[in-house]
T-cell receptor, first 117, second 113 residues
Framework: AQSVAQPEDQVNVAEGNPLTVKCTYS??????LFWYVQYPNRGLQFLLK??????LVKGSYGFEAEFNKSQTSFHLKKPSALVSDSALYFC???????????????FGKGTKLSVIP | EAQVTQNPRYLITVTGKKLTVTCSQN?????MSWYRQDPGLGLRQIYY???????DKGDVPEGYKVSRKEKRNFPLILESPSPNQTSLYFC????????????FGEGSWLTVV
């Protein structure tokens, strides 16, 4: 079964400092990887994805993520955090394999990011 | 505007009283799914649908039913709700199961007393 681990329930970072939110995954075959953000009382919003190609992917709001196949990781990063980045972040994985039973999208438990002014 | 619309957004109901949470998308997406979000557990998939009349169980299907009679609609049915189904529910859709971008509804807060 596929799975996603976000080892930190909460990440605190000072405004202007770089931030990293960690994600590791387990899936059969090649992965499709995603990051979503959830603001209070809202649905999830797509940030970025890795499908194939460059290991460093850039997304919305200045976020980027690095795919590392050997470490099965897909950490979310931003060079300079803003207070408005404070939210709940979810990593998700889906198998690129198109066989039966591979159609699920599995989310991590989420990491709460707090950017301190 | 591309939208996934869920109703109701907030509901308090009693144990055993059947309820349906509707979900509708206006993007002609084939793939739709339901998730529940619980503190410390993240999002867990309940059911998904590859297309009309094609549905399958996710990770936590017990106590739920779904149907996909039309492409745009994917209702979630709780035949006999129990307190452990108190949760925040999200409907989502995408162009196909391998589509990269998934659109989420705003969520439905359900409390079963």
């Amino acid at each position: 079964a596929q799975s996603v681990a976000q080892p930190e329930d909460q990440v605190n970072v000072a405004e202007g400092n770089p931030l990293t939110v960690k994600c590791t995954y387990s899936v059969s075959g090649n992965p499709y990887l995603f990051w979503y953000v959830q603001y209070p009382n809202r649905g999830l919003q797509f940030l970025l994805k890795y499908i194939t190609g460059d290991n460093l992917v850039k997304g919305s709001y200045g976020f980027e993520a690095e795919f590392n196949k050997s470490q099965t990781s897909f950490h979310l990063k931003k060079p300079s955090a803003l207070v408005s980045d404070s939210a709940l972040y979810f990593c998700a994985v889906r198998s690129a394999y198109s066989g039966a039973g591979s159609y699920q999208l599995t989310f991590g438990k989420g990491t709460k990011l707090s950017v301190i002014p | 505007e591309a939208q996934v619309t869920q109703n109701p957004r907030y509901l308090i109901t009693v144990t055993g009283k059947k309820l349906t949470v509707t979900c509708s998308q206006n993007m002609n997406h084939e793939y739709m799914s339901w998730y529940r979000q619980d503190p410390g557990l993240g999002l867990r998939q309940i059911y998904y649908s590859m297309n009309v009349e094609v549905t399958d169980k996710g990770d936590v299907p017990e106590g739920y039913k779904v149907s996909r009679k039309e492409k745009r609609n994917f209702p979630l049915i709780l035949e006999s709700p129990s307190p452990n189904q108190t949760s925040l529910y999200f409907c989502a859709s995408s162009l196909g199961y391998l589509a990269d971008t998934i659109y989420f509804g705003e969520g439905s807060w359900l409390t079963v007393v």
